[in-house]
T-cell receptor, first 115, second 113 residues
Framework: GAVVSQHPSRVICKSGTSVKIECRSL??????MFWYRQFPKQSLMLMAT?????????EQGVEKDKFLINHASLTLSTLTVTSAHPEDSSFYIC???????????FGSGTRLTVV | AQSVTQLDSQVPVFEEAPVELRCNYS??????LFWYVQYPNQGLQLLLK??????LVKSINGFEAEFNKSQTSFHLRKPSVHISDTAEYFC???????????FGRGTSLIVHP
């Protein structure tokens, strides 16, 4: 089945630094990828939708300059949290749309802790 | 716009007992429905999905869900749960107009020995 690889699984960084999270579709082409943020015991909050070769579409309230999304190829999307602060600490999950199977495959998530 | 309601935030149940996790949706157009499971500190894994055809869909690990258009529901059931089924379960919906899935708030299934 479709697999999405997300790295790193866990990262701790200092306040003010930037962190890049990668999301790769391993055996299918993902023209669309989604980035979510999940707070403890809560549902997924869609941050942005990225389409290969074009700018990401951000949800209302999500800072574009803080959460940089790049979808440069059909198999790779990256989320960069710039100038991270403790309030950015969260669980980030990517998802890729598999058009052939009409489904959505999720990465394993990244636990970001900003200290 | 579509929406998903999972009324139960937590469902405690004893091992080998049956369980039902409720999901209701709202949409003015045809829908596609999904159930995902999330184990601690992991991403979401697809359990089962309804796209078209038979309204009863089944997963390989004993879960099943039935699409009920008149009641706008897609409840998840399992006749006998295991300890290993303890996890968070999310119901999601998309439509032909918007392929961006909308998730419910999740239901925490807690299986006690």
């Amino acid at each position: 089945g479709a697999v999405v690889s997300q790295h790193p699984s866990r990262v701790i960084c200092k306040s003010g630094t930037s962190v890049k999270i990668e999301c790769r579709s391993l055996d299918f082409q993902a023209t669309t990828m989604f980035w979510y943020r999940q707070f403890p015991k809560q549902s997924l909050m869609l941050m942005a939708t990225s389409n290969e070769g074009s700018k990401a579409t951000y949800e209302q309230g999500v800072e574009k300059d803080k959460f940089l999304i790049n979808h440069a190829s059909l198999t790779l999307s990256t989320l960069t949290v710039t100038s991270a602060h403790p309030e950015d600490s969260s669980f980030y999950i990517c998802s890729a749309r598999d058009r052939e199977a009409y489904g959505y495959t999720f990465g394993s998530g990244t636990r970001l802790t900003v200290v | 716009a579509q929406s998903v309601t999972q009324l139960d935030s937590q469902v405690p149940v004893f091992e080998e007992a049956p369980v039902e996790l409720r999901c209701n949706y709202s949409s003015s157009v045809s829908v596609y429905l999904f159930w995902y499971v999330q184990y601690p500190n992991q991403g979401l894994q697809l359990l089962l999905k309804y796209l078209s055809g038979s309204t009863l869909v089944k997963s390989i690990n004993g879960f099943e869900a039935e699409f009920n258009k008149s009641q706008t529901s897609f409840h998840l059931r399992k006749p006998s749960v295991h300890i290993s089924d303890t996890a968070e379960y999310f119901c999601a919906v998309t439509t032909g107009e918007s392929y961006i899935p909308t998730f419910g708030r999740g239901t925490s299934l807690i299986v006690h020995p």
